[in-house]
């Protein structure tokens, strides 16, 4: 068995300068139905998807790895991967540090979810994923911000009453208030944040950047962006 | 065979039988092999490392005892989450930038650029281009070399200090039947020395155990991370939807766990047995007196 992994492990070391260019696409896998890992232990969901097509239409042969999100833009630049596509919003800080292509799906709406439709979003305990562009606006708001590595903690800590309320992506807590059977209400008005999502690379890599602004630019042309949009987010998400 | 083509339809023992076998269980069930493999390579290891740590701090060469002496004083006292951090990505990148100094010797952009480090695509290790198995394998070859450096030097001061512990009698005696240092040491200092050394290994080895968590700061993805990723409350986008299980995933490690450092100590209490044997410790004594 050792022999056989080795064996591969020199195979592929040998072959691999000959192959076509390799990206190794980054994503966290706990962002359902942006990405996550399923039943079969393989990345999949929206941005699954989108990422296998576009690397299809710039010829690049891709590989899928999942990284904590705390330290998914520290692992861009170190090298590990060559681009995130992780529901990523394009922020101004974040423009500080990587590049974005243009965004994949248009600015989308955050929201509140809790128990009880009466929660305190204002002054309350509020639950957001760290680094995210909601944690942030908790921050700002007033309300005392409860931070969580996975977005899945984030809405564990409401249920069981550590946080009033959770703030984050709408698309994201949609399916979770759907089908928690009426435990989870919205709460309070939506909130526009970011200017949508999209990918991210490193401030040195221009060229593979420009390959794939392009095949978004040729999907949202030929409406298939928007086809696969409503197909993971439902007939009302916001389309281009 | 289980017929699992169609989860949502499924129910009861059929529905449990078939969820507890899908792919990310099995990479579930492999984890806790990566975990065994991370513990049975890095002990050995490890020990090496703290028998050399030992010898040089020992060593009557000064550059070769500060050597020693530093190694142990530097990974002790920096918090072990700070070493894994640092030390991997600082030997990680220490790998890329010598390869790239050998392979890209033409290369003119910088490597450092701001907080990016990019090195030419020759010199990347493992290769960009290399299977995402390869990327595992490498990981975890830096998880192991980190293990090791780090317990080596705990295990470095727990070896000098069993060393230093061996009557000095013995030592004594073993000379004037005209041993040199070399033999001394081999023959009457080191067997004698791992009855003292036992209980401070055992306490690193059960450590040991339960620090194997940190292995997904490293990227590795190990028992914890699984158990967390599959315990998480999943919607009806996986194939197989449930409420938050994590309690259980998570109680299932604390068995795990339990059963590992149990089982251990059952060891350890029986190799500290036979250790003791004829030798001139408490323990050693009582057990000659009960042979009597």
New interface residues.
């Given amino acids: 068995m050792k022999r056989l992994i080795l064996g591969t492990a020199i195979l592929a070391l040998s072959a691999g300068m000959s192959l076509a260019q390799t990206v190794r696409m980054g994503t966290e896998g706990a962002y359902p139905p942006y990405n996550f890992i399923n039943d079969k232990g393989e990345v999949d969901g929206f941005e699954r998807e989108l990422g296998d097509r576009l690397c299809e239409m710039a010829g690049l042969t891709c590989e899928w790895v999942t990284t904590a999100w705390d330290s998914i833009i520290p692992n861009l630049q170190s090298g590990n991967y060559d681009t995130i596509i992780a529901g990523m919003s394009i922020t101004e800080e974040r423009e500080a540090v990587v590049d974005f292509t243009q965004n994949y799906i248009p600015p989308a709406a955050s929201a509140y979810m809790a128990l009880t439709a009466d929660a305190d979003i204002k002054g309350g305990v509020i639950a957001a994923q760290t680094g995210t562009i909601q944690a942030g606006y908790v921050a700002e708001s007033g309300a005392t911000l409860l931070e969580f590595a996975t977005p899945d903690e984030t809405v564990a800590a409401v249920r069981n009453g550590e946080a009033d309320a959770v703030f984050a992506d709408k698309d994201f807590l949609a399916p979770v208030v759907a089908e928690s059977g009426g435990q989870f209400v919205w709460v309070g008005e939506d909130v526009q944040l970011g200017g949508g999502v999209g990918m991210a690379l490193r401030e040195s890599d221009d060229e593979l950047r420009a390959k794939f602004d392009a095949g978004i630019s040729a999907m949202k042309a030929d409406g298939s962006l928007n086809e696969l949009i409503r197909k993971w987010f439902g007939p009302d998400a916001a389309t281009f | 065979m289980l017929d699992c083509a169609d989860?949502k339809a499924l129910e009861g023992l059929h529905w449990t039988l078939c969820y507890l076998t899908?792919?990310?269980h099995?990479?579930f069930y492999r984890s806790f092999g990566t975990v065994l493999v991370l513990l049975a390579v890095t002990a050995p290891v490890a020990l090496a490392f703290g028998f050399a740590g030992a010898m040089a701090a020992r060593s009557p060469v000064l550059p070769v005892r500060l050597l020693g002496k530093g190694y142990t004083a530097m990974v002790r006292g920096v918090p072990d989450i700070v070493f894994f951090l640092f030390f991997v990505?600082a030997l990680?990148?220490g790998i890329?930038w010598l390869v790239h100094q050998v392979r890209c010797p033409d290369w003119t952009?910088p490597i450092r650029?701001?907080?990016?480090?990019?090195?030419c695509p020759?010199a990347?290790v493992?290769?960009?281009?290399?299977?995402?198995?390869?990327?595992q394998?490498y990981g975890f070859v830096l998880a192991v070399a980190t293990f090791a450096i780090v317990f080596g030097a705990f295990a470095a001061n727990v070896l000098y200090g069993a060393m230093q512990a061996v009557p000095r009698a013995q030592l004594e005696t073993a000379e004037a039947y005209g041993m040199t240092a070399r033999q001394v040491f081999r023959r009457v200092l080191v067997p004698q020395m791992w009855v003292y050394a036992l209980p401070g290994l055992g306490n690193l080895w059960l450590i040991l155990i339960k620090a194997t968590p940190l292995l997904?700061l490293l990227?590795v993805q190990d028992i914890v991370y699984w158990a967390?990723?599959l315990g998480?409350?999943k919607?009806?986008?996986?194939?197989?939807?449930h409420p938050?299980w994590?309690l259980w995933y998570f109680l299932g490690l604390m068995v795990f766990y339990l059963a590992m450092t149990r089982g251990s100590e059952l060891l350890i209490a029986r190799l500290s047995a036979r250790l003791n044997r004829g030798q001139a410790t408490l323990a050693g004594e009582a057990m000659r007196k009960a042979a009597t």
């Fill in positions: 989860p899908t792919g990310k099995l990479d990505i990680d990148q890329e952009d650029n701001g907080l990016e480090f990019r090195v020759q990347k493992p290769p960009g281009t290399a299977p995402q198995a390869v990327h394998i997904f990227g967390r990723e998480g409350a919607t009806q986008a996986y194939d197989y939807p938050d994590r």
